[in-house]
């Protein structure tokens, strides 16, 4: 049981080719008036002594906004995640973060049939801010019943986690995120399986955060839906593109950041063509739920 | 008070007013408090195999120790020591699967156990090896495992939130600051620690039911860890109380009997969620 800190402090310095947690910006900056959450420049990321699976990540994550990440499978989204996690070091270029990352990671990777309810599966968010020996203390409960009440879930607290419905455990997973009073969220193909109800809930949810001043990255493959958000940060083993989704999403960006699996559909618009992608190949999850 | 409530009353108490049962009560309830415990963690994390090659493979350490007249548990430590490296060491092996080279390890233990058990200085007590020796609980060993039991429940209390959070989600521990393999290194320590104790209850062959059949069966009627881990106390308890009694009455091996009334609880507890499954259903149809 490691008391290593996840996501991360505010008080480390900037290091090249280093992940640090540090102010980005200080007083002397005449920089933008919002500081940026998250700036990555020249950043490559890989696994022990392996060669970087992602190359030449370099973008700024400001307080509310709303990033999707494209890229396909294996294009190094996770990689990415696991980054600014701290899970991974960078091997070149530097990382900045000017606020903890929690992740919310797809709600298919833990385990349906564990005896857990919401309140736990919040309130697991408090561990990172607690030495191994104390216990969750009142104010942890607290913290994490807020976190639920936010999500829209304070009345299913005490409900079994695999019970709940996709887009509710969904929710539950951004409830851990707050309680650990994170400023930037990572979430990985939250859309994923939701009907239209609850995939409208939870883009207004993570819109409201956003309005909080927190920064949001959102792993996903839909294309329509990044549209609508603030900027879009393309990937397939490097960065391929970066910036609002109306200039940066041409087809060229998309055909280097998807390869083949992608299509143009005519629109109403000649000028403005439609493009989709071949639905995803879903890898295999070994936590799925036995039985 | 009735004459036929006294009777039973009577036939209730009296085995127990030896200090041989006495110190077989305790032991089967330190047995229920350690095995419901941490058998919730064990079921929960699929190690109930690790917990039966674990016992099996301390095999030799118990013989060895029984040879030389040193303490059980001193041999069965050893015994567990070896055991784990042997598992590891044959896990490294290129080209076999992991649960194979487990097996492996264990059988080549147990085997070398059985040649020694077998040897011409057989001591007196390989049985209890094997079969456990719950009457035969001196107050020593009370003491010793009561302190084994102890650090087990606290390390659990301790690492709660972090056993759950690594059993939940796995590869989204590392991200709440929690090491996969350290939660991985604690429960197979508390493992040991709880099949050294149990060990000397219910013997090598026996051990594991204590360890998975009450969390097992709890696991089956309840949604929450809490009453889980609550539940599965109680009813090793009931089977270890119920064991010495059918022991005492019936004159059967008490290690066995015990084991039998933990699987008999098993039974019953998949017989109630079968049940309680069929009348959901049977609701939900007419509904």
């Not at chain 2, 709880?194 to 209850?201: F, H, R, Y």
Request: aromatic content about 4%.
């Amino acid at each position: 049981m490691t008391a290593d800190r996840a996501g991360g402090g505010e008080d480390a310095r900037v290091a090249a080719g280093r992940r640090t947690c540090a102010r980005v910006g200080g007083s002397d900056s005449t920089g933008p008036a919002r500081q940026a959450l998250l700036t990555a420049e020249k950043l490559a990321v890989g696994y022990e002594k392996a060669a970087p699976v992602l190359n030449d990540v370099t973008f700024a994550l400001e307080p509310g906004e709303r990033i999707a990440v494209l890229g396909p499978n294996g294009g190094g989204k996770t990689t990415l995640f696991r980054a600014l996690l701290g899970e991974l070091r960078p091997a070149h270029g530097t990382l900045a973060l000017a606020g903890r990352c929690a992740s919310v990671p797809q709600t298919e990777r833990s385990r349906l049939d564990f005896p857990v309810s919401a309140l736990d599966v919040a309130l697991m968010g408090t561990i990172p801010g607690r030495p191994w020996w104390r216990r969750p203390s009142r104010a942890d409960r607290v913290a994490a019943r807020a976190a639920l009440a936010r999500v829209g879930l304070a009345d299913r607290a005490e409900r079994t986690y695999g019970e709940l419905s996709g887009g509710q455990r969904q929710r539950v997973l951004i409830a851990r995120a707050l309680v650990q009073e994170a400023r930037v969220l990572l979430l990985d193909e939250p859309f994923s399986g939701l009907d239209a109800t609850s995939a409208a809930r939870l883009e207004a949810l993570l819109a409201e955060l956003a309005g909080e001043g927190r920064g949001v990255l959102i792993a996903t493959h839909d294309l329509e839906q990044a549209r609508r958000w603030d900027r879009v940060l393309c990937v397939n083993g490097r960065q391929i593109a970066f910036g609002e989704p109306a200039t940066a999403l041409t087809h060229d960006v998309l055909a280097a950041t998807y390869g083949g699996a992608i299509v143009t559909l005519p629109g109403e618009d000649p000028g403005a063509p439609h493009h989709a992608i071949m639905p995803p190949h879903h890898h295999h999850h070994d936590h799925a739920p036995p039985r | 008070m009735t004459p036929a409530l006294a009777t039973v009353l009577d036939a209730l108490a009296h085995p127990f007013s030896q200090g041989l049962m006495q110190r077989a009560l305790l032991e089967v309830l330190l047995l229920a408090a350690v095995g419901g415990t941490l058998g919730c963690w064990i079921v929960l994390g699929g190690l109930s195999y690790g917990a039966e090659s674990l016992a099996h493979g301390m095999f030799p350490g118990l013989v060895l120790a029984a040879l030389a007249g040193v303490p059980l548990l001193l041999g069965g430590a050893a015994g567990i020591l070896v055991a784990a490296l042997a598992v590891a060491l044959a896990g490294r092996v290129r080209g076999i699967g992991r649960d194979d080279a487990v097996a492996v390890a264990v059988t080549t233990l147990f085997g070398l156990g059985a040649l020694l058990a077998l040897s011409p200085a057989t001591p007196v007590g390989i049985q209890g090896l094997l079969f456990g020796d719950v009457l035969g609980t001196t107050s020593a060993d009370l003491l010793a495992g009561a302190a084994l039991v102890a650090v087990v429940l606290l390390a659990m209390w301790l690492a709660h939130q972090r056993l759950l959070a690594a059993g939940f989600d796995r590869s989204g521990a590392r991200a709440l600051g929690i090491s996969p393999f350290a939660v991985d290194a604690l429960l197979l320590t508390l493992l040991a620690l709880a099949v050294l104790v149990a060990v000397q209850g219910l013997g090598n062959l026996l051990v594991v039911a204590v360890l998975v059949a009450p969390a097992a069966a709890a696991r089956l009627v309840t949604r929450r860890l809490a009453p889980m881990m609550a539940l599965a106390v109680a009813l090793g308890a009931v089977a270890g109380i119920g064991g010495l009694y059918l022991s005492y009455y019936a004159r059967i091996a008490a290690g066995a009997s015990i084991a039998g009334l933990l699987v008999a609880g098993y039974l019953l507890a998949r017989l109630a969620a079968v049940t309680s499954q069929v009348r959901k259903g049977s609701a939900t149809a007419a509904g």
